[in-house]
């Protein structure tokens, strides 16, 4: 078992998510990252991705639609302008943005590009294959 430390992920709306975990692994914007307890100080940027928060108890998925985190004192805080938790996520209507963002008739377009990205993020996120 892994010493557990403290975790948040925030949003401008809510906390999503204020307790312990003994990992918390994400997309950073030069890589895939996982901290634990005790990790050396570390702020970076975070990328649209899969953030995973393994509790003693469960796994939590939080699709991250880009951010920050920042580590110190066994402590990590993630701060998002958008960012859902799993279980939170509509199915059906982030189904429905991957499919207009795959039938766009620009798909080089970064702003397509971007759609997709987030909306298989949120399926992940929820437990759905893209």
């Not at 403290?6 to 030069?30: C, H, Q, W, Y």
């Not at 960012?83 to 509509?90: N, R, S, T, V, W």
């Amino acid at each position: 078992m892994a010493t557990p430390f403290a975790v948040r992920v925030v949003t401008p709306e809510k906390i999503l998510f204020d307790g312990e975990a003994e990992m918390v692994f994400m997309r950073a914007s030069n890589g895939d990252i996982a901290f634990l307890a005790h990790h050396m100080p570390f702020i970076g940027s975070l990328e649209i991705g899969l953030v995973k928060i393994k509790t003693s108890e469960k796994e939590i998925l939080v699709a991250l639609h880009g951010g920050f985190v920042k580590v110190k004192s066994s402590n990590l805080d993630i701060v998002a302008g958008v960012a859902e938790l799993g279980e939170q996520i509509d199915i059906d209507r982030a189904r429905t943005a991957l499919d207009r963002a795959n039938s766009s008739n620009n798909p080089d377009d970064l702003e397509v590009q971007l759609a997709q990205r987030r909306a298989s993020v949120r399926l992940q996120a929820a437990g759905v294959s893209p």
